[in-house]
């Protein structure tokens, strides 16, 4: 298990998904911004992980009967 300190600066109170601000990992220099909920999920989730955003469809094509 991970721990985060996740300060947010900035919502929108119409639409949660925009937010601004910084996450912080314990023990570690430096900080990550994010703009909005998809890049604070990629912030806490490493890469093997992403893909699974609640929420958040994926789009798919459709396939045409012919």
Not at 21 to 44: M, Q, R, S, T
Request: aromatic share 8%.
């Amino acid at each position: 298990m991970e721990s985060y300190l996740v300060r947010i600066y900035r919502r929108e109170e119409d639409n949660p998904r925009l937010l601004v601000g910084v996450v912080e990992e314990p023990g570690e220099n430096g900080k990550k911004a994010f703009h909005n909920l998809y890049e604070l999920w990629d912030i806490l989730n490493p890469l093997k992980q992403r893909g699974t955003v609640p929420g958040k469809v994926k789009n798919r094509k459709k396939k045409q009967n012919k």
